[in-house]
């Protein structure tokens, strides 16, 4: 008997075979197929294996594959024989059957092989033309499958002379049949095949089969695939799904046989279509990962949620690396990345035992990539780069890039595939997926599958960091339009919270602030721009800034409100406002408040702890025109507290506003042990209600009021002999509050302050004032409404030098316009006891 083998490529299986019509791509060659379970034992045996082999179905069921399939055994010379067949060796040009059947092989195998078969009709089977051979030469095919399933093998066989018969033209006829597209196959008959295919598969249009052909020819791996939208390929041993079907087929049959009825239809012909059932699963795979993934636009979820999809179905360890503009929220990566490029590890998922990968490749690590390497090609390259099983050499290549620690026991002889994690043609990203040595390889297919994935999780990614860069830009321009106001001001404590609203109105129009006037006094102000957005947000920061100029103009409420409405008016009639401007004088004890339609503020009385809303006149919004604005002054007394606040901490859609300010009042009046916890109090009670969309700035100030004691006062007149009495008076005054560390520098700086004011002043008087708090304060007023400028004093010069002494020598000195003239101040930092 002879025993010479050949190699031969893999099956084309999209191009017609027994799962589809048990036909080559002319259709008159029958082909075996054989499913193997993971006993060795034959699961399936198809009509076609019946008929090259002699064998029947119900004799080959639960035999021992290897006693029905040729497979190596036999010296060159000798012959076995069977009930079934003879048993061909393997010639050295290939992986012979025998070790795919015992699991040796973990990747598709082919061979050819000759047996003898006994008569057919012997065996109760029908000849057919060229069946009285003794002897048969037979190309096969195996197919490794993976899954939970019990099939561990497909094996695929032919007549070899069969086929000589049927494509009788080229003696290389075997490489040119549907079933064995070879890698690297001259395949001359390609036209012929791509016009044939319409006759197995008669809704295939000859353009998708030569496509179809062209493919197969170009990547050597069968097309499992055919869709109007997308043709991918994937190879068997993706795995076989719906073997529970199948077996429930089969115990349909045999209790139909056990009750003597006719085996039903189904399981007679059994013609699952093993392409349907891979591509099948492949779909619900790819569904599957992409239900997993971009549930939340948080981006840390979100790379969570892509590494743990293909862990373990795909692979069995999954390293996610994004680019540092990614992981910090910045914008849109440019350019292609080089070598220089930092890649921060996001997630890493694996099957190993717990803490195996922690400590050597540890999440949150940053690190470049060399050209060299698979991971550099895959990112600059932006498509997927295999690596079927990683060598010794390259195991050493990457652990390079770790120092002071050995990656290469985790991933030497493990297969690799990286595959880049793109959006709008950029790559943000790749991921490292490694498999178990003893798990099957990835191979071409697998890298289509995984460039699928990794496209979907791109989008996604790219979906997070949108939302991660948009929502940082919202809150840098929302806290950039925020003053940064300091606890304590002259005579009051100073507590402030901004809530941003939902998502819609994460950048809204509200505002909070506070500014130092002359006397000691304080403004306190909030507002809010109707409406939502970089617009109103715009328009916040406009009317703020227009605020804070007329407040240092020391302007009465009314009259700065009036002067906020023409300023409006002038920018567009496209925004309203509300605005809540309060004056607080600790000096005299009192509140200069005026309103231009906004809520009313809240007052706490430290008397009793008893909450009222204030009754103001309450004015127009700012942006309407044309209406008088009024003003109210309230008394107050050290230890009262001040709340006021937008209408989006009070009002809720569907209920009445009196409700929330009703709430704030009573929230307000809760006992705290600090200002911060009484801004929370009145935070959770109103902020529980549910339907808030707005946002929401809240101010609330102690009002601690400044003692008579801790205020002196001097009028002086316009004669120079003045300024010597102005440093003798701000000298015993401090002796006198014990303060004496501070006399001869305050005394030099008042003595500059009351100089420039006997010297530019036009009335008759000037006043000078020290107050104590917690810093000491020294002003100086004059009807001369020319602020002071610093010079540029030479050394020469008679003029000049005194503003530069004040601001090396004091804490802080401004200016500012008065209604009868302007006031200089400046600031010293008391002693500490």
Same mark, same amino acid.
């Given at each position: 008997?002879?025993?010479?083998?050949?190699?031969?490529?893999?099956?084309?299986?999209?191009?017609?075979?027994?799962?589809?019509?048990?036909?080559?791509?002319?259709?008159?060659?029958?082909?075996?197929?054989?499913?193997?379970?993971?006993?060795?034992?034959?699961?399936?045996?198809?009509?076609?294996?019946?008929?090259?082999?002699?064998?029947?179905?119900?004799?080959?069921?639960?035999?021992?594959?290897?006693?029905?399939?040729?497979?190596?055994?036999?010296?060159?010379?000798?012959?076995?024989?069977?009930?079934?067949?003879?048993?061909?060796?393997?010639?050295?040009?290939?992986?012979? !059957?025998?070790?795919?059947?015992?699991?040796?092989?973990?990747?598709?195998?082919?061979?050819?092989?000759?047996?003898?078969?006994?008569?057919?009709?012997?065996?109760? @089977?029908?000849?057919?033309?060229?069946?009285?051979?003794?002897?048969?030469?037979?190309?096969?095919?195996?197919?490794?499958?993976?899954?939970?399933?019990?099939?561990?093998?497909?094996?695929?066989?032919?007549?070899?002379?069969?086929?000589?018969?049927?494509?009788? +033209?080229?003696?290389?006829?075997?490489?040119?049949?549907?079933?064995?597209?070879?890698?690297?196959?001259?395949?001359?008959?390609?036209?012929?095949?791509?016009?044939? !295919?319409?006759?197995?598969?008669?809704?295939?249009?000859?353009?998708?089969?030569?496509?179809?052909?062209?493919?197969?020819?170009?990547?050597?791996?069968?097309? #499992?695939?055919?869709?109007?939208?997308?043709?991918?390929?994937?190879?068997?041993?993706?795995?076989? /799904?719906?073997?529970?079907?199948?077996?429930?087929?089969?115990?349909?049959?045999? /209790?139909?046989?056990?009750?003597?009825?006719?085996?039903?239809?189904?399981? *007679?012909?059994?013609?699952?279509?093993?392409?349907?059932?891979?591509?099948?699963?492949?779909? +619900?795979?790819?569904?599957?990962? =992409?239900?997993?993934?971009?549930?939340?636009?948080? #981006?840390?979820?979100?790379?969570?949620?892509?590494?743990?999809?293909?862990?373990?179905?795909?692979?069995?360890?999954?390293?996610?690396?994004?680019?540092?503009?990614?992981?910090?929220? +910045?914008?849109?990566?440019?350019?292609?990345?080089?070598?220089?490029?930092?890649?921060?590890?996001?997630?890493?998922?694996?099957?190993?035992?717990?803490?195996?990968?922690?400590?050597?490749?540890?999440?949150?690590?940053?690190?470049?990539?060399?050209?060299?390497?698979?991971?550099?090609?895959?990112?600059?390259? %932006?498509?997927?780069?295999?690596?079927?099983?990683?060598?010794?050499?390259?195991?050493?290549?990457?652990?390079?890039?770790?120092?002071?620690?050995?990656?290469?026991?985790?991933?030497?002889?493990?297969?690799?595939? @990286? @595959?880049?994690?793109?959006?709008?043609?950029? @790559?943000? %990203?790749?991921?490292?997926?490694?498999?178990?040595?003893?798990?099957?390889?990835?191979?071409?297919?697998?890298?289509?599958?995984?460039?699928? #994935?990794?496209?979907?999780?791109?989008?996604?990614?790219?979906?997070?960091?949108?939302?991660?860069?948009?929502?940082?830009?919202?809150?840098?321009?929302?806290?950039?339009?925020?003053?940064?106001?300091?606890?304590?001001?002259?005579?009051?404590?100073?507590?402030?919270?901004?809530?941003?609203?939902?998502?819609?109105?994460?950048?809204?129009?509200?505002?909070?602030?506070?500014?130092?006037?002359?006397?000691?006094?304080?403004?306190?102000?909030?507002?809010?721009?109707?409406?939502?957005? !970089?617009? =109103?947000?715009?328009?916040?920061?406009?009317?703020?800034?227009?605020?804070?100029?007329?407040?240092?103009?020391?302007?009465?409420?009314?009259?700065?409100?009036?002067?906020?409405?023409?300023?409006?008016?002038?920018?567009?009639?496209?925004?309203?406002?509300?605005?809540?401007?309060?004056?607080?004088?600790?000096?005299?004890?009192?509140?200069?408040?005026?309103?231009?339609?906004?809520?009313?503020?809240?007052?706490?009385?430290?008397?009793?702890?008893?909450?009222?809303?204030?009754?103001?006149?309450?004015?127009?919004?700012?942006? *309407?025109?044309?209406?008088?604005?009024?003003?109210?002054?309230?008394?107050?007394?050290?230890?009262?507290?001040?709340?006021?606040?937008?209408?989006?901490?009070?009002?809720?859609?569907?209920?009445?506003?009196?409700?929330?300010?009703?709430?704030?009042?009573?929230?307000?009046?809760?006992?705290?042990?600090?200002?911060?916890?009484?801004?929370?109090?009145?935070?959770?009670?109103?902020?529980?209600?549910?339907?808030?969309?707005?946002?929401?700035?809240?101010?609330?100030?102690?009002?601690?009021?400044?003692?008579?004691?801790?205020?002196?006062?001097?009028?002086?007149?316009?004669?120079?002999?003045?300024?010597?009495?102005?440093?003798?008076?701000?000298? +015993?005054?401090?002796?006198?509050?014990?303060?004496?560390?501070?006399?001869?520098?305050?005394?030099?700086?008042?003595?500059?302050?009351?100089?420039?004011?006997?010297?530019?002043?036009?009335?008759?008087?000037?006043?000078?004032?020290?107050?104590?708090?917690?810093?000491?304060?020294?002003?100086?007023?004059?009807?001369?409404?020319?602020?002071?400028?610093?010079?540029?004093?030479?050394?020469?010069?008679?003029?000049?030098?005194?503003?530069?002494?004040?601001?090396?020598?004091?804490?802080?000195?401004?200016?500012?316009?008065?209604?009868?003239?302007?006031?200089?101040?400046?600031?010293?930092?008391?002693?500490?006891?």
């Amino acid at each position: 008997m002879d025993r010479g083998t050949e190699r031969e490529a893999p099956p084309g299986r999209g191009a017609g075979d027994d799962v589809v019509s048990e036909h080559t791509a002319a259709g008159r060659i029958p082909l075996a197929v054989i499913l193997i379970d993971r006993d060795g034992l034959v699961s399936h045996w198809s009509r076609g294996a019946r008929r090259l082999f002699g064998t029947t179905k119900e004799e080959a069921i639960g035999q021992t594959a290897v006693d029905l399939l040729p497979v190596s055994g036999a010296l060159p010379d000798e012959e076995e024989t069977s009930p079934y067949g003879a048993f061909a060796s393997y010639d050295g040009l290939g992986p012979d !059957l025998e070790s795919s059947l015992d699991g040796q092989l973990s990747y598709p195998a082919a061979g050819r092989a000759r047996l003898t078969v006994p008569e057919r009709s012997e065996m109760g @089977v029908t000849p057919a033309e060229g069946w009285g051979r003794d002897r048969v030469d037979v190309l096969w095919w195996a197919y490794p499958l993976v899954g939970p399933g019990q099939e561990r093998l497909l094996v695929l066989a032919a007549d070899a002379d069969g086929l000589r018969q049927d494509l009788p +033209e080229a003696d290389g006829a075997f490489e040119r049949i549907a079933p064995a597209f070879a890698h690297h196959t001259d395949f001359s008959g390609a036209d012929e095949l791509a016009r044939r !295919l319409p006759e197995i598969l008669p809704s295939m249009s000859v353009d998708e089969s030569a496509r179809i052909v062209a493919q197969v020819l170009e990547l050597g791996y069968p097309v #499992l695939e055919f869709s109007q939208n997308e043709r991918v390929p994937v190879t068997p041993d993706w795995g076989v /799904a719906r073997r529970a079907e199948r077996k429930a087929r089969r115990e349909r049959a045999a /209790a139909a046989v056990a009750e003597g009825l006719p085996v039903p239809e189904e399981v *007679v012909d059994e013609r699952e279509d093993l392409e349907y059932v891979a591509v099948r699963e492949r779909l +619900e795979f790819l569904n599957e990962v =992409s239900g997993c993934i971009g549930t939340s636009l948080d #981006l840390a979820t979100t790379i969570v949620e892509v590494s743990r999809a293909v862990v373990p179905r795909f692979t069995d360890v999954a390293g996610t690396y994004l680019r540092e503009q990614v992981v910090a929220g +910045e914008g849109f990566p440019d350019g292609v990345p080089d070598t220089t490029t930092m890649w921060h590890r996001v997630a890493l998922e694996h099957t190993d035992e717990p803490g195996r990968w922690d400590d050597v490749v540890p999440v949150g690590e940053a690190m470049p990539f060399p050209a060299h390497t698979p991971f550099f090609q895959c990112m600059t390259s %932006g498509e997927p780069v295999l690596v079927p099983r990683i060598s010794e050499q390259m195991g050493h290549m990457i652990a390079s890039q770790f120092e002071k620690r050995d990656i290469r026991p985790l991933i030497t002889g493990r297969s690799m595939l @990286v @595959v880049p994690l793109k959006a709008r043609n950029v @790559v943000l %990203g790749f991921m490292i997926l490694l498999r178990h040595p003893e798990r099957v390889e990835f191979n071409d297919m697998d890298r289509v599958t995984g460039a699928e #994935l990794a496209a979907r999780a791109g989008l996604v990614l790219d979906n997070a960091r949108m939302y991660t860069y948009q929502e940082s830009v919202a809150e840098t321009l929302q806290d950039s339009m925020l003053p940064h106001i300091p606890a304590r001001m002259a005579g009051c404590d100073i507590a402030t919270r901004y809530l941003p609203g939902t998502l819609l109105g994460r950048v809204g129009g509200d505002w909070f602030d506070s500014v130092k006037l002359p006397g000691a006094r304080t403004a306190l102000v909030v507002g809010d721009v109707m409406g939502h957005g !970089l617009n =109103s947000a715009a328009m916040m920061g406009q009317l703020r800034t227009a605020v804070q100029t007329m407040a240092a103009m020391d302007l009465p409420p009314a009259q700065l409100l009036r002067n906020l409405d023409d300023l409006a008016q002038r920018l567009g009639d496209t925004y309203l406002a509300t605005c809540l401007y309060v004056v607080y004088d600790p000096i005299a004890g009192e509140l200069h408040i005026g309103n231009a339609g906004h809520i009313p503020p809240v007052i706490v009385r430290a008397r009793d702890g008893r909450s009222e809303l204030l009754d103001l006149p309450t004015g127009a919004p700012i942006g *309407v025109g044309g209406v008088p604005f009024e003003a109210v002054r309230v008394r107050v007394e050290p230890g009262d507290r001040l709340v006021m606040c937008t209408d989006g901490l009070v009002e809720v859609r569907g209920e009445d506003i009196g409700v929330g300010l009703a709430t704030l009042s009573e929230s307000a009046a809760h006992p705290a042990a600090s200002m911060d916890d009484a801004c929370d109090t009145i935070i959770r009670s109103l902020n529980t209600r549910g339907g808030r969309k707005d946002d929401v700035a809240l101010l609330m100030a102690r009002l601690n009021g400044i003692e008579p004691d801790d205020v002196a006062e001097w009028r002086l007149a316009l004669d120079p002999a003045e300024v010597g009495r102005a440093r003798a008076v701000v000298r +015993e005054q401090l002796h006198e509050w014990g303060l004496a560390k501070l006399a001869d520098t305050a005394a030099l700086l008042a003595d500059e302050l009351v100089t420039n004011a006997v010297r530019h002043s036009h009335g008759r008087r000037i006043e000078l004032r020290l107050v104590r708090g917690d810093t000491l304060l020294c002003e100086v007023d004059d009807d001369d409404p020319t602020l002071p400028t610093l010079l540029s004093a030479g050394p020469d010069d008679e003029f000049g030098r005194g503003l530069h002494v004040l601001g090396t020598l004091a804490r802080e000195w401004g200016a500012s316009r008065t209604t009868a003239g302007k006031t200089v101040w400046f600031e010293l930092t008391l002693p500490r006891r």
